[in-house]
């Protein structure tokens, strides 16, 4: 049904008075309308969209809500790395960044530069095409991030429109974060309802709300952002810094309002003295102050290093500490088996975050401390750093800890391996280790178990369903079906999934098992030189020192991990549920036989890992960055700055027709 014209006007115009609303509210930070009156039009605006589906867009107002839960988040490279930035610590080390800057450029002279406090809060990527947000990226490893653009559309302060003339693409990066006030607002609220569990810190709780996979929970968290630089803005061009911080104002970004030009270092170092002075009375969380070159063509002219830029410099804050009493020691059992002794403490007041436990990291470190229940002591907090304690203030009447013989939750013997500084607990089906073995198990790197999520994975573990990884196998439709959010269709697909699970390649379900210093690219290695399970599980040491990649750390690892009876009466209960991973092709003679070979880029025709199976099955191995070793660069759309030094290195750089016509 057509839409009335009367009705297609109003529209308009409600969509356009309440963003100008949002703008003046989140960006500018000057509202012109009540929240009351600010309510009555947006009710208005639903009421008209309900009456007329054909009205809605995805830049509507009333989209900012959260659309429906997505099964995954996507994987998103981007065509300009995210690099990270240098930092320092005194102003010693900030004059000897500026003076290197100077001798790079052979610059006399002063330099202009430009500071912004530093945020404490999660990197993101904005792509803006023709003015309209695309997509919303973390920033990953820096060129392959998540896309959370669902999520990010419910952050009021990201424009989902641009204002002015922006470039015709854009790629805005900044920090999405979480106001120390509104933080406080959240856990006294959830304090109030009676919550078992608040929130730690802002910035984790606004790393979680940004990967939710349910987008309607993080419009529900006060999310903020601030925009700081671009990766690429096409038909656009700025002489520096302040210039760009004019541009992003004229189109609707959000930027510090601290943010600003210096003459040159002194005056840099007194902004940073200022900004450490009222960091406290800030309504967000900084841990520093970044400075930049202000001049473009010299930030061309610096260029990067490996992983960071040789123009900007992180001038990082003193840690904050401050005295409390430890109350008690208690000791937390983690995925891997860790027995962490964790420090209780009188909760206390530190940069803006309540503080009432730190790690004491092991046996060793309690005794370096002297530590015992009851001392006062200084604890220290550093940005998102897990608190510590620092040192004994005065000691109280409490007696020394003595770490137990065994694991606290379910009793077997721990084990203290030489050289080893943690004591661990060997079993393998340890309830205070199973939750995480299960999401561990179940990622997409190991058995790829989709719809196994770690809400599903808590209930099956309190409701005793699940004891084991094994136990996964036993479960039937009708066992999960009466669980929360779960209907006859999502316990079929996850039945399904866990049946395609059980022939897995080898390589993954040695990853899935979760042993220490074994990730993705070992278990690779480790599946193509023994082929089968029953070859690695009765490896020698020596054997295992002999695959190239594994050194004496990895192969003790691997030898302890599989001599474990626990370990082993559990791989036993997984193959009797039907559990056999698939061994590789056997690629001798591959036309990729013996080279080393990296993915760059967004492939059009295969995904990336249909893409490395491809090379597998040609005989070469596959690496994840360009090294010395490296042979082959396949290079897809976007690729970025492994491209870059490969041609810089000389190695063969090809497409992905090229690569599809050499394996075919």
């Known amino acids: 049904m057509a839409v009335p014209a009367k009705a297609r006007a109003r529209h308009r115009e409600l969509c356009g008075i309440l963003e100008e609303a949002n703008h003046r509210y989140y960006v500018l930070d000057a509202p012109t309308l009540s929240d009351a009156e600010y309510d009555e039009l947006f009710r208005e605006l ?21 659309a429906e839960p997505v099964p995954e988040l996507p994987r998103y490279e981007r065509a300009v790395p995210m690099l990270s930035i240098a930092n320092c610590t005194t102003p010693e080390e900030f004059r000897d960044w500026v003076q290197g800057v100077r001798d790079f450029l052979r610059h006399e002279g002063d330099l202009p530069l430009f500071v912004e406090p530093k945020i404490d809060g999660t990197g993101v990527e904005l792509l803006y095409r023709a003015g309209r947000l695309e997509t919303v990226a973390t920033r990953g490893d820096g060129t392959t991030g998540e896309d959370v653009t669902v999520q990010a559309r419910t952050i009021r302060a990201i424009p989902v429109r641009l204002r002015g003339a922006p470039p015709a693409e854009l790629s805005v990066r900044g920090e999405v974060f979480i106001g120390k006030s509104a933080f406080e607002d959240l856990n006294r609220r959830l304090t109030e309802e009676g919550a078992e569990k608040i929130y730690a810190n802002p910035r984790n709780l606004a790393a979680g709300s940004l990967r939710m996979l349910d987008p309607r929970i993080t419009a529900q968290r006060p999310l903020d952002f601030f925009a700081h630089s671009f990766g690429e803005a096409k038909g656009a061009a700025f ?16 930027t510090c309002p601290l943010a600003g030009p210096c003459a040159d270092a002194a005056a840099a170092a007194e902004a940073y003295a200022e ?7 800030l309504d967000y969380e900084i841990d520093g102050m970044v400075v ?19 123009w900007a410099i992180a001038w990082k804050f003193p840690p904050v500490q401050r005295t409390t009493r430890l109350r008690e020691i208690v000791i937390s059992v983690g995925r891997t088996g860790a027995l962490t002794p964790i420090a209780m403490l009188e909760p206390v007041g530190i940069g803006g975050v309540t503080v009432s436990r730190a790690s004491l990291h092991n046996e060793d470190e309690i005794e370096r401390l002297g530590v015992k229940p009851g001392d006062t002591v200084l604890v220290q907090r550093a940005g998102d750093v897990i608190p510590k304690i620092v040192k004994v203030v005065e000691g109280g009447r409490g007696q020394p800890f003595a770490m137990p013989r065994a694991c606290p939750v379910c009793g077997t013997e721990a084990v203290r391996e030489e050289d080893e500084v ?16 299960l999401r561990h198990f179940a990622h997409r790197g190991g058995m790829d178990i989709e719809g196994l999520g770690s809400k599903l994975i808590a209930q099956l573990v309190e409701k005793g369903m699940v004891r084991s990884v094994a136990d996964l196998y036993a479960l039937k439709e009708d066992d999960l079906v009466p669980l929360e959010r779960m209907a006859e269709k999502s316990a079929r697909n996850l039945v399904e999934a866990l049946e395609r699970s059980k022939r897995r390649p080898l390589h993954r379900f040695l ?29 020698t040491e020596e054997e295992l020192l002999d695959v190239d990649e594994v050194g004496p750390e990895v192969a003790t690892s691997l030898k302890a991990f599989f001599e474990r009876p626990q370990v082993r009466d559990g791989i036993r209960r997984l193959r009797e549920a039907g559990v056999e991973p698939a061994p590789p092709a056997r690629v001798e003679g591959g036309v990729l036989q013996g080279q080393v070979v990296v993915f760059t880029g967004t492939l059009a025709k ?11 099955a040609a005989g070469a191995s596959v690496g994840a960055s360009v090294t010395k070793k490296t042979t082959l660069v396949v290079a897809g759309e976007k690729a970025g700055s492994k491209r870059k030094k490969a041609e810089e290195m000389g190695i063969k750089v090809i497409d992905e027709d090229a690569f599809l016509e050499m394996t075919k």
């Open 275 to 281: 900004l450490l002075a009222k960091r406290d009375a």
């Open 239 to 254: 002489p520096g810094q302040g210039a760009f911080f004019e541009a992003l104002a004229r189109w609707g970004l959000k």
């Open 606 to 616: 295969l995904t990336r890992d249909a893409a490395k199976a491809r090379a597998a």
């Open 292 to 310: 930049k070159v202000d001049d473009y063509a010299l930030q061309r002219q610096l260029g990067t290093r490996a992983r960071t830029h040789r």
């Open 511 to 539: 990853n899935a098992l979760g042993i220490r210093h074994v990730g993705e690219r070992i278990a690779e290695i480790l599946a193509h030189r023994f082929r089968t399970l029953d070859a690695i599980l009765e490896a």
């Open 422 to 437: 943690v004591a661990r607990c060997p079993n393998f089906d340890c309830p205070a280790q199973l939750e995480g073995h």
């Open 46 to 66: 639903e009421a008209l969209e309900k009456d007329h589906p054909g009205l809605v867009t995805p830049d509507s107002p009333t989209q900012r809500v959260g």
